[in-house]
């Protein structure tokens, strides 16, 4: 296995070039690679393979961070990522948040293709539509991973899923479930559908009321929820392709909800509800 760099890497090595522009869109997108900061998500892309291929593909590491973290930079290398030592400057210049934590990986992209999940004959789906803040958008792949989910699809009209806030945001749940990427919101609905998925818009004006649904029995089915824009929500045109347009009620003072907060509720309502008795996940009791 490529062992630990014996010195610092130098500031000005191609290698440590190579990664601080990971921290743009275009980079990103043209190598097929991004960075993943902080113990846990390194650990996390340490220990994720896709197609026989280790995703951690590089590591940069104080030394500080390497002796704290021996057992995370040992897991790197055994997954066969080039193992560099580096100054804290050099960290900070490959970091993109204000207090790094010591270590930075260089990962591939490990999207999936959005036909791999609907032959899947997913249960739980989280679609994204028009989500564009990066750090909603991490969490509520999070909260995705949480509730047993086993896909995210972001729409073409949503956030870079390797935006180093997203990354960060999901806090290694990006490593643990599938995510199809770019896939136009129409499509992502009419094909989730046809594999006999109910379509679920979540919209604080919805006229059906997530309680009284759960009260009805109607939610214990394949269940896509479509999450929409942090401003203005979902647009009319998108609501009308649902099946239904649920709002989780607000039983206090409160205007609203925040997007991570609601898909938060709705997907953990699915959730419990998949697993009840006559759920689509219900366990048969004797």
């Avoid at 869109?25 to 043209?30: A, I, L, Q, T, V």
């Avoid at 806030?165 to 479930?177: E, I, P, T, Y």
């Avoid at 009620?249 to 959730?271: D, F, R």
Wanted: contains cysteine; hydrophobic residues 45%.
């Amino acid at each position: 296995m490529p062992p630990v760099s014996p010195e610092l890497i130098s500031p000005r090595s191609a290698r440590v070039a190579a990664a601080r522009r990971l921290a743009k869109r275009n980079f990103r997108g043209r190598d097929r690679l991004f960075l993943a900061e902080g113990p846990q998500a390194v650990r996390e892309a340490a220990a994720h393979r896709e197609g026989g291929q280790a995703t951690l593909v590089e590591l940069f590491a104080t030394v500080e961070a390497a002796e704290r973290y021996a057992g995370i930079v040992g897991e790197a290398r055994d997954a066969g990522a080039r193992v560099h030592l580096a100054s804290e400057d050099v960290i900070a210049d490959i970091s993109t948040t204000v207090t790094p934590q010591g270590l930075v990986g260089v990962c591939r992209f490990l999207d999936t293709p959005f036909e791999e999940i609907l032959a899947a004959r997913p249960k739980l789906v989280a679609v994204l539509a028009h989500v564009r803040d990066p750090g909603n958008a991490g969490t509520v792949l999070r909260c995705a991973d949480a509730a047993g989910a086993e896909a995210v699809v972001l729409t073409d009209a949503s956030v870079d899923l390797y935006n180093p806030k997203a990354v960060r945001a999901s806090v290694g749940s990006l490593f643990h479930l599938p995510v199809a990427v770019g896939v136009p919101v129409e499509q992502a609905i009419e094909r989730l559908r046809d594999a006999g998925v109910r379509i679920l818009a979540a919209d604080g004006a919805g006229d059906r009321d997530l309680d009284e649904e759960l009260d009805k029995g109607a939610m214990g089915g394949p269940t896509a929820w479509v999450f929409g824009n942090e401003a203005w929500g979902l647009p009319e045109e998108t609501r009308a392709l649902a099946d239904a347009v649920v709002r989780v009620p607000i039983h206090g003072k409160a205007e609203s909800l925040n997007l991570a907060t609601a898909a938060a509720v709705c997907l953990y309502a699915s959730a419990r509800a998949q697993r009840a008795r006559g759920g689509c996940r219900g366990v048969t009791r004797s």
